[in-house]
């Protein structure tokens, strides 16, 4: 239990020298996951059978990126908030990615490594739906043919984006509020964690070869392909929504 004095403290640590979530953000990747928002952190159950969105991604490439893959980075996450003082400690995943100037440095890559694997991967898996040739639809779909003319215009972008990352990281659409945007990030970097820009993930290809490499080996390109039948547009359309309204 927190006494009075500590938890004073803690507030106004959290209202002076934290960068606060934006409301959309705030606990939405931690309090989803089925455990708690802050240290230790869990991994939340993958939510569907590994073999769901076969044959675009194999089973046993979900269940070891899921399992071993996003399992190390909540662990190593939790291994070096271990060492950390209380106060990082008690900051939800959001905060963490959100305040890396703030970790302390002996563990700062680590956090940054972790948190960032643990926040991506939490998107990617609910992100991920065997949608039978669907679209976007509503608002989202509206904003994507109006940034990038068509959604096959849409498609073409982020495929190029994915496939010119150089190693291991991300290509993602996000949207700061207003407009979208095709961007990417090296290793686990998350987009939320750019220090002068908004950027919330609307959709993310994973192009570590871990999240591939079973099936496809090198071809990244036929990966990329088969990416767009396992997007769950209600999801993105949902997280898209949510960022609307801030
Ligand atoms: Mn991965």
Same mark, same amino acid.
């Given at each position: 239990?927190?006494?009075?004095?500590?938890?004073?403290?803690? +507030?106004?640590?959290?209202?002076? @020298? !934290?960068?606060? $979530? /934006?409301?959309?953000? =705030?606990?939405?990747?931690? #309090?989803?996951?089925?455990?708690?928002?802050?240290?230790?952190?869990?991994?939340?159950?993958?939510?569907?059978?590994?073999?769901?969105?076969?044959?675009?991604?194999?089973?046993?490439?979900?269940?070891?990126?899921?399992?071993?893959?996003?399992?190390?980075? +909540?662990?190593?996450?939790?291994? @070096? !908030?271990?060492? $950390? /003082?209380?106060?990082? =400690?008690?900051?939800?995943? #959001?905060?963490?990615?959100?305040?890396?100037?703030?970790?302390?440095?002996?563990?700062?890559?680590?956090?940054?490594?972790?948190?960032?694997?643990?926040?991506?991967?939490?998107?990617?898996?609910?992100?991920?739906?065997?949608?039978?040739?669907?679209?976007?639809?509503?608002?989202?779909?509206? @904003?994507?043919?109006?940034?990038?003319?068509?959604?096959?215009?849409?498609?073409?972008?982020?495929?190029?984006?994915?496939?010119?990352?150089?190693?291991?990281?991300?290509?993602?659409?996000?949207?700061?509020?207003?407009?979208?945007?095709?961007?990417?990030?090296?290793?686990?970097?998350?987009?939320?964690?750019?220090?002068?820009?908004?950027?919330?993930?609307?959709?993310?290809?994973?192009?570590?070869?871990?999240?591939?490499?079973?099936?496809?080996?090198?071809?990244?390109?036929?990966?990329?392909?088969?990416?767009?039948?396992?997007?769950?547009?209600?999801?993105?359309?949902?997280?898209?929504?949510?960022?609307?309204?801030?």
């Amino acid at each position: 239990m927190m006494t009075r004095r500590e938890a004073i403290k803690a +507030v106004a640590l959290t209202a002076g @020298a !934290l960068t606060v $979530a /934006p409301s959309f953000l =705030q606990g939405e990747t931690s #309090d989803s996951s089925a455990g708690s928002s802050t240290y230790p952190f869990k991994l939340a159950p993958l939510g569907y059978p590994y073999d769901a969105l076969e044959p675009y991604i194999d089973a046993l490439t979900m269940q070891i990126h899921h399992d071993k893959h996003n399992g190390a980075y +909540v662990e190593n996450l939790n291994k @070096a !908030l271990a060492q $950390a /003082p209380e106060s990082i =400690q008690k900051m939800s995943l #959001d905060e963490l990615l959100l305040n890396l100037d703030k970790i302390p440095d002996n563990i700062r890559t680590a956090v940054r490594n972790n948190a960032g694997g643990q926040y991506n991967h939490s998107f990617f898996w609910k992100l991920l739906k065997k949608n039978e040739g669907g679209k976007p639809s509503g608002e989202l779909a509206t @904003a994507i043919n109006t940034t990038f003319s068509s959604y096959s215009g849409f498609q073409e972008k982020l495929s190029e984006a994915a496939l010119k990352v150089f190693g291991s990281g991300w290509a993602w659409l996000v949207t700061d509020g207003k407009k979208l945007e095709i961007t990417t990030t090296p290793n686990q970097d998350s987009p939320i964690s750019k220090p002068n820009e908004k950027e919330i993930p609307i959709v993310g290809i994973d192009v570590w070869e871990h999240a591939y490499y079973l099936k496809y080996q090198n071809r990244r390109a036929e990966y990329v392909k088969a990416f767009w039948n396992v997007i769950n547009w209600d999801y993105a359309a949902e997280r898209y929504a949510a960022a609307l309204k801030g």
